[in-house]
């Protein structure tokens, strides 16, 4: 079998990313593609019968790129990127891990679209590609599945990088819930109406001028930045890519009517909903899990959707509420000759099938 491998700039326009969905589908990338750092290329095998599977990868020059879209962080000095696993430094020479060509997805999470049985010939031209332009690593970020099982088979080692938090089934929920998250649950929707809190569903455009600084409240309180002007920028190609029908906003408003906490849902046919942007005031927190996860899945339980997707890190909160974790792992291969870039014995190190221990029970 044949199949020529082309990389761009530009989206291209035929299959697979006709048809692609979730984070390499079109909507999502025009609103996020320049989230991370470099330069994006789409990379596309395809035979001469129209078979095609592609992915986005970024060429990323600068060893000193944000942390959660940098290998070299994520492998050694993960403690900056997600709590949980240990740092495994001093790893090598910082300097020698770069340029890289890093697989990834803006919205932390690395797949393929189309033909999977053509990934072997992917993966092998998105190495030639790299080789060529002098890359020293070629990586690929919170990878799983099909496209994690080629990258082992052609060398790529794995390194354990965090946890995928999925709600599989919201057709059983709270009942499916523990016992304590039941009683959590109950719990916080008590005392919310006992404060004459009331949570739900909103018009997304007419919501979506007032949520702001909140959004900027919560960025604050968990020591992150943004600008305004930024934020209202993402929240315009948000609205324009993905309009009111492909959106799912939900408040929480107190009994005067002054909005507490808010949610903000993607909405695709084959990937479900996933969470955009939460927001809530000071000492909101049970608003935030009634804006995060009580309303939503209540909503996306009536709308019979089967999946919704609370981004990349499983905490306690999120368990006791019913999310599963899948996990994400990274792959790194060395193009230059610098064995220290990969070794077995990190401790963040994974055995070729652990990238894929959920592969047949997590939606596509």
Avoid at 109 to 127: H, M, R, T, Y
Avoid at 207 to 226: D, E, K, M, S, T
Wanted: hydrophobic share 40%; aromatic share 10%.
């Amino acid at each position: 079998m044949t199949a020529r491998v082309t990389a761009t700039f530009d989206r291209p326009t035929g299959n697979p990313w006709r048809h692609a969905a979730g984070l390499l589908g079109e909507r999502w990338l025009s609103v996020m593609l320049e989230r991370p750092p470099g330069t994006p290329m789409y990379f596309t095998a395809r035979t001469a019968d129209g078979r095609a599977v592609g992915t986005l990868g970024y060429w990323i020059e600068d060893p000193d790129a944000y942390a959660a879209f940098n290998w070299y962080d994520l492998v050694w000095n993960s403690d900056k990127v997600f709590l949980g696993f240990p740092t495994a430094g001093p790893g090598p020479a910082r300097a020698s891990a770069f340029p890289t060509l890093s697989l990834v997805q803006p919205g932390y999470d690395c797949n393929a679209d189309g033909d999977q049985d053509l990934l072997p010939k992917l993966v092998e031209g998105i190495v030639e590609w790299s080789r060529e332009r002098g890359a020293a690593t070629v990586s690929a970020l919170y990878a799983h599945g099909p496209l994690a099982s080629a990258l082992v088979d052609r060398g790529f080692r794995g390194y354990r990088s965090a946890e995928r938090a999925l709600l599989t089934d919201p057709s059983g929920w709270p009942d499916n819930l523990t016992r304590n998250g039941r009683k959590q649950v109950a719990a916080d929707l008590r005392l919310l109406a006992a404060a004459g809190v009331r949570v739900g569903p909103e018009p997304v455009e007419e919501l979506a001028p007032q949520i702001l600084p909140l959004r900027r409240a919560l960025v604050a309180r968990h020591g992150g930045y943004v600008t305004p002007d930024a934020d209202r920028r993402t929240l315009d190609r948000l609205l324009a890519a993905f309009g009111p029908t492909n959106l799912r906003a939900f408040a929480a408003r107190s009994a005067d009517g002054t909005l507490v906490g808010f949610s903000l849902f993607t909405v695709d046919e084959l990937a479900g909903w996933s969470s955009f942007w939460v927001g809530t005031g000071a000492s909101a927190d049970r608003a935030h899990f009634a804006c995060l996860f009580y309303a939503p899945v209540l909503a996306a339980r009536s709308a019979s959707v089967s999946t919704l997707d609370f981004g990349l890190g499983l905490d306690p909160a999120k368990s006791r509420r019913g999310c599963v974790g899948f996990p994400r792992t990274v792959y790194v291969l060395p193009i230059a000759e610098n064995d220290l870039l990969t070794p077995s014995n990190h401790p963040l190190s994974v055995q070729p099938c652990d990238s894929c221990e959920h592969a047949s029970s997590e939606p596509n």
